[in-house]
């Protein structure tokens, strides 16, 4: 059984970072694209980043470019997303995803497994 589960979530004034990681069980995940998105109430869920198996090849939305890094440590089954600069428009659930692919894509219908979410709150 696949289970992927984030942390780091909370609550940050505006300028400030947080790191989110999300933990993988039950797939192969050195073969496994991951991604990360997010929902807001009222929104549709979005695409933030995705990170190829082998981590060479990283995509963000333009909204998050050169604020949020993705990175993955494939000896510890675990992908992160470096958060700064945060804005209150960040303010979301965040969840992981997984697919059993090389290459990364922004569908969220592409992505196979899926995490619970940890919710992020940056305040003004």
């Known amino acids: 059984q696949v289970q992927l589960v984030e942390s780091g979530g909370g609550l940050v004034q505006a300028g400030g970072s947080l790191r989110l990681s999300c933990a993988a069980a039950?797939?192969?995940?050195?073969?496994?694209?991951m991604a990360w998105f997010r929902q807001a109430p009222g929104y549709d869920r979005e695409f933030i980043a995705a990170?190829?198996?082998?981590?060479?090849?990283?995509d963000y939305t333009d909204s998050v470019k050169g604020r949020f890094t993705i990175s993955r440590d494939n000896a510890k089954n675990t992908v992160y997303l470096q958060m700064n600069s945060l804005k209150p428009e960040d303010t979301a659930v965040y969840s992981c995803?997984?697919?059993?692919?090389?290459?990364?894509?922004?569908?969220?219908?592409?992505?196979?497994?899926w995490g619970q979410g940890t919710q992020v709150t940056v305040s003004s």
């Open positions: 995803a997984a697919r059993p692919a090389w290459g990364t894509r922004r569908e969220f219908s592409a992505y196979d497994f």
């Open positions: 039950g797939l192969t995940f050195s073969r496994s694209a």
């Open positions: 990170i190829t198996w082998d981590g060479t090849i990283k």
